[in-house]
Nanobody, 126 residues
């Protein structure tokens, strides 16, 4: 049984940093692209960042480039999202997702991912 568990969300002020972590179990972690998505109230789930199985490729949404960094630790089966210079518009529930890697690229559409975590809330106040 595949399980993805996010942690690290919280309430912060604009300009602060947060580090989200996702712990995976029940899958051969290095065979999966890991992605981070977010969903704000009333909005569609959107891609934030992702990394291929061997960390050869990373992909970021334009809105987070230069502020967020995705990294993974395959021996520990974890993927992190370091979020710096947070803005109120970053407020959302953040989800970790896994997609069996068939090609060396990060997919950016949510329905291309196979497994999902339960999400962690990030709230950024002014």
């Amino acid at each position: 049984q595949v399980r993805l568990v996010e942690s690290g969300g919280g309430l912060v002020q604009a300009g602060d940093s947060l580090r989200l972590s996702c712990a995976a179990s029940g899958l051969t972690f290095g065979n999966y692209v890991m992605g981070w998505f977010r969903q704000a109230p009333g909005k569609e789930r959107e891609f934030v960042a992702g990394v291929t199985g061997g960390s050869a490729f990373e992909e970021y949404a334009d809105s987070v480039k230069g502020r967020f960094t995705v990294s993974r630790d395959n021996p520990k089966n974890t993927v992190d999202l370091q979020m710096n210079y947070l803005k109120p518009e970053d407020t959302a529930v953040y989800y970790c997702a896994a997609e069996l890697q068939l090609k060396s690229r990060v997919k950016t559409y949510w329905n291309e991912y196979d497994y999902w975590g339960q999400g962690t809330q990030v709230t950024v106040s002014l």
